[in-house]
């Protein structure tokens, strides 16, 4: 009850739903056109809400979080280019249905499952959060340190068309994670003499650089055509129609919940999965799979949509991020000197329910913004990207500028921009740095926590790995790392 | 890109994360004997152990680098990237001596025309106001204090 008072009492704040619904607007352009993504979206807020209180930071990020997941699905209805991956999936049936004339009842049920997708997954996190906190409270560092290692295998396995590409960027995160003072007995490391590498790389260029640059790189390196925008003309749906596809969406959005708490699987993944669902579930469609059948799209927009619940409870009661978006969320808990894990929910409350309530304003913005935009959005649309990016450029440099006021900084955007660049082209995915750049501290001062405390027993190895929690996460990171490979032909089999 | 291109890249690559690799192991196993700890409380158990791990992903490259094989052909503004990244690097440079207004109007005005804008009412007014808007924004608002 004191939770949900919480969560109103934000939900009711002027200021916060201002907030909220300034990141909505900006991730409603942000999600929509591509070439620009939510993750480098959040991660320039990260660096311009730097100085701001945490739930006002929060408050914009969820806005662009939730709406910018939802928006990707009008480029892909409209000019058959998804605004962001999570919306591969929607072109498939939402561009046969625009080229039919169709566009606005393909954006309808887009923004209608969107919205009761993100509904779903935040509901979910309310009501498991607090359960998976104590559980994760009899973890032990090991634990600790062998969950942020299955976390990154999984994000490796899965994000990556070769496992060990995968993982070599999550070494690479760690490696660059290591570097400044050691915080257990304070000696530099890898800093070779440059004195502003002592407090260590900081995340918001890092994260800048390696979504926001790296991006625009990628963006100019494939092509600057633009593509061509369908005519939406509005035509009335019954309620009673639209909500047909309601109690099959539930299990969409279970999906999407899933798949959204296994760290680094998200938004393609679930949307896929919920894809397949729909495709063995629904028998007969009208029109059939792949040429404009509505289920398609209920099916994809309400699993990506509630991933976002789904990514968050991982990252909220373990400190493990979910994707990319919650590792940069996690990282505006870090510069605010909040630490996410088991103690968080009792101890920030606050924050969890800036989060919940951020998250439920903002689906409400989505279904208010999504209609009001649905007939304009082809304007937006239409920005060339040769206007676009150097704009974006400008920003990266400024965001990470502003984070600590130094043009080192700014070079060291330029560089994990470079290296982000390079690393998309030879297709080794930025997700697992960012996330191993995140998680490396934690996982260091845990593994040589775990190792003294074991040190001191008869038994190393049974101190080690001797608990039913941590024997059970080893298998876990064995079968991941070991099976590796055949997850990726698994998933390569069902493209 | 040829096959023969592709195969040596991929080699590369993996070459360069097994330097990557015994460099690391080096670095930590000479910074440990100096440190004078003991393993369990070094700062460099974490390093080398990240090293160890690198190894053997190094390795899988290597092999796949050996035994790639097949052509793909992409699309790639070679020329066009090189010119961003290298107006983007001489930005960086140039806003610490111009400051931030300047240098970044001349910045947005190249980039927007070389990347193919053609309308100078678009180029001009983009190149004036944007750098205004964002002073504005973050020295006022958000009490940044730009170059």
């Known amino acids: 009850m004191a939770d949900l008072m919480g969560i109103l009492s934000f939900a009711f704040d002027i200021k916060f739903v201002l907030l909220v619904f300034a990141g909505s607007f900006a991730g409603l352009f942000v999600g929509a056109i591509p070439g620009l993504s939510v993750s480098m979206a959040t991660a320039l807020l990260v660096s311009i809400t730097y100085s701001w209180q945490t739930t006002d930071a929060l408050a914009t990020i969820m806005g662009v979080y939730v709406v910018g997941v939802f928006s990707g699905a009008l480029s892909a209805i409209l000019i058959n280019i998804p605004g962001a991956p999570s919306s591969v999936v929607t072109t498939l049936d939402g561009y046969p249905m625009a080229k039919r004339g169709e566009a606005y009842k393909a954006m309808s049920y887009a923004i209608v499952y969107s919205f009761i997708g993100t509904l779903v997954g935040f509901v979910a996190l309310f009501l498991l959060a607090k359960p998976i906190s104590s559980l994760a409270l009899k973890f032990t560092p090991m634990d600790y340190f062998l969950l942020a290692l299955f976390g990154l295998a999984t994000v490796g396995s899965l994000t990556s068309k070769q496992f060990s590409k995968g993982l070599i960027s999550a070494a690479l995160g760690l490696l660059f994670s290591m570097i400044g003072i050691d915080s257990v007995m304070g000696t530099a490391r890898m800093t070779f003499g440059i004195r502003n590498l002592q407090a260590g790389i900081n995340i918001v260029p890092a994260l800048v650089g390696l979504f926001g640059f790296s991006e625009v790189l990628s963006s100019i390196s494939s092509s600057l055509e633009d593509g061509q925008v369908s005519n939406v003309s509005k035509t009335p749906i019954s309620m009673r129609e639209m909500l047909r596809q309601g109690p099959i969406s539930l299990w969409y959005a279970a999906i999407g919940i899933f798949v959204g708490a296994l760290p680094g699987a998200g938004g393609p993944v679930a949307s896929f999965l919920a894809y397949s669902q729909a495709k063995r579930l629904v028998k007969n469609p009208a029109v059939p799979f792949g040429e404009g059948a509505i289920e398609g799209i209920v099916a994809s927009e309400t699993a990506n949509n509630a991933c976002i619940g789904g990514a968050m409870i991982p990252m909220l009661t373990l400190g493990i991020p979910g994707d990319a978006v919650t590792a940069i969320i996690l990282s505006v808990f870090y510069v605010h000197g909040l630490r996410p894990g088991p103690m968080f929910i009792q101890t920030s409350g606050e924050m969890f329910h800036a989060i919940i309530a951020g998250g439920v304003v903002g689906s409400f913005f989505l279904l208010l913004l999504g209609y009001l935009a649905a007939q304009r959005i082809g304007t937006v649309l239409s920005i060339p990207k040769r206007v676009l990016l150097p704009l974006v450029t400008v920003l990266c440099v400024i965001g990470s500028f502003a984070a600590n006021n130094r043009m080192f900084d700014v070079l060291l955007m330029f560089l994990f921009g470079l290296l982000g660049f390079f690393m998309r082209r030879r297709s080794y995915p930025v997700a697992p740095m960012i996330l191993a750049l995140v998680l490396g501290g934690m996982m260091d001062s845990n593994f040589r926590r775990a190792v003294s405390l074991a040190s001191s027993e008869d038994h190393l190895l049974i101190a080690l790995f001797g608990r039913p929690i941590t024997l059970i996460l080893l298998l876990l990171v064995l079968f991941t790392l070991a099976t590796g490979s055949n997850i990726f032909s698994l998933k390569r089999n069902r493209s | ?147």
């Open chain 2, 1 to 147: 890109m040829t096959k023969q291109k592709k195969r040596s890249m991929t080699l590369y690559e993996g070459l360069v994360f097994f330097l990557l690799s015994c460099c690391l192991s080096v670095y930590s196993l000479v910074h440990h004997a100096q440190a004078e700890v003991v393993w369990k409380q070094s700062p460099y158990l974490f390093p080398l152990l990240v090293s160890f791990f690198l190894l053997p992903l190094s390795l899988s490259v290597i092999k796949q680098g050996l035994g790639e094989c097949g052509q793909t052909k992409e699309q790639f503004q070679g020329r066009t990237t090189l010119v961003m990244i290298c107006s983007v690097a001489l930005y960086i440079v140039f806003m610490g001596y111009l400051g931030f207004i300047v240098s970044t109007s001349i910045f947005i005005m190249f980039t927007i025309r070389y990347l193919g804008e053609k309308r100078w009412v678009v180029s001009i007014s983009l190149a004036l106001l944007f750098p205004l808007v964002l002073y504005w924004l973050f020295a006022t608002l958000l009490h940044v204090m730009l170059p």
